[in-house]
């Protein structure tokens, strides 16, 4: 945890203040619909560098972060450095199993996207080219997303809880959740947590 920290302090002072408070670009957002925390968005295309992690939560956001870190602060085939944007994605993988209904999916071991967005400007054909090969450069479609925005410490428990609210929200609103619930980070770990802005967000249908 204590390079996890280290880590995420070196990689958001180029975007946060001493006190936390996010100057990091983000991402562009059409708000569609608003319900009290939650809201309906739709994001253009975005590019993203992503990596997997076949570790718990914490182990994979200290394995997913180095990475990340790695690649826009220069550990690229041009070895030049990326701005730090926000937020930062996380979310959990399920493994499809080889067996005669593939359809079916069973959870093994734990297993984690975390996801980078990069500055406005780049394509997949122009950023530059991780020297690491787990870390893939990807694009985003266009979409509409659900949102929960909460306060707190960024943990796997609440995480869960805010899936489960959302998930719950989707459901009363005759709504088809399209992908899986993933986490939205836009702070550095010394924000104090009344102050952080923590989000969920889920893909879906008829949104």
Known sequence: MKKLIAILTTVFLTGCSVF???TADQPSYQVVNEVGNIQIRH????????TEI???YENASNQGFKRLAGYIFGNNQKQQSLAMTAPVI???QAETLAMTAPVIQQKSEDRWLMAFVLPKGYSVATAPI???KVVIIKELPAKKVAVIQYTGSLCES???KNADILTTWLNQQGFK??????????????TLPFLRHNEVQCSGQVF
């Open 177 to 190: 959740a399209l992908s899986p619930a993933r986490s939205a980070a836009y702070d550095p770990p010394w």
């Open 43 to 50: 994001y253009p295309t975005l590019l993203v560098a992503e």
């Open 20 to 22: 936390g408070i996010r």
């Open 158 to 160: 609440g995480i869960e």
């Open 130 to 132: 991780p020297n690491d």
């Open 90 to 92: 996380q979310e959990q």
């Open 54 to 56: 076949a570790a718990d």
